[in-house]
Each structure stands twice: as structure tokens, then as C-alpha cells.
């Protein structure tokens, strides 16, 4: 990944909460090619966000349609995907305690 920011904010006028969607510049080759960039938003879901704001410069799992040539994050791929970071890091957390529990 390139480059991000805010692409928008979501709620916080009266709701009292907001949330921030971000977007991406990401680049990609394909089968050895010259290097190609293309913006990307955040994916959310219908019950919140799908994937973590990863950091600039690391790599992010992508999916391209050959067919049509877009591109997009793979947001099931366990790098990105927010539920099983959250999963991960909940069962190393859990791990932590029962090992100071037990001594």
C-alpha cells in the first residue's frame, strides 16, 4: 500500500458516534508487468467494518478480475479481515491470562 486517508465520516451529526472510512492508494503488477496504482475504499459490511486500516507500506492481499481488470481487497484473507485479527489477537490475550493464572 502506497499511500491513505479519510475518504469520509460517517454519522456524529446528532448520533453522537461517527466512523471513519478510508480509502487507498495500492499498487499491484500482474504476471511480472509494469507496476499499476488504483484507489481503493475500506469495505464494510452490513454489520461494520470488514477489514483493518492496514499500514502504508505494507503489502495487502488483493483480488483481481482478469475478465474486467478491477481490483480489490481480499477481505477475507486473515491479514486484512477484521473478525479474524480480532479472533487472533482475543485467543493471545486469553492465553496470556491463563498463563498468569496458573503461574
Known sequence: MIASEIARVLGGSGSGSSTT????VVEYRVDGGEPQRVE?????GLLGK?????????DVPLL???????????VDHPAIN??????????????????KLNG
Open 21 to 24: 472510512q478510508w480509502k487507498y
Open 82 to 99: 477484521f473478525k479474524a485479527i480480532y479472533k487472533a489477537d482475543k485467543a493471545k490475550r486469553d492465553a496470556e491470562f491463563r498463563k
Open 40 to 44: 481503493l475504499k475500506q469495505v464494510w
Open 64 to 74: 483481481l478480475d482478469t475478465t474486467s481488470g478491477k481490483v480489490r481487497f481480499d
Open 50 to 58: 470488514k477489514m483493518i486500516n492496514p499500514p502504508t507500506g505494507h
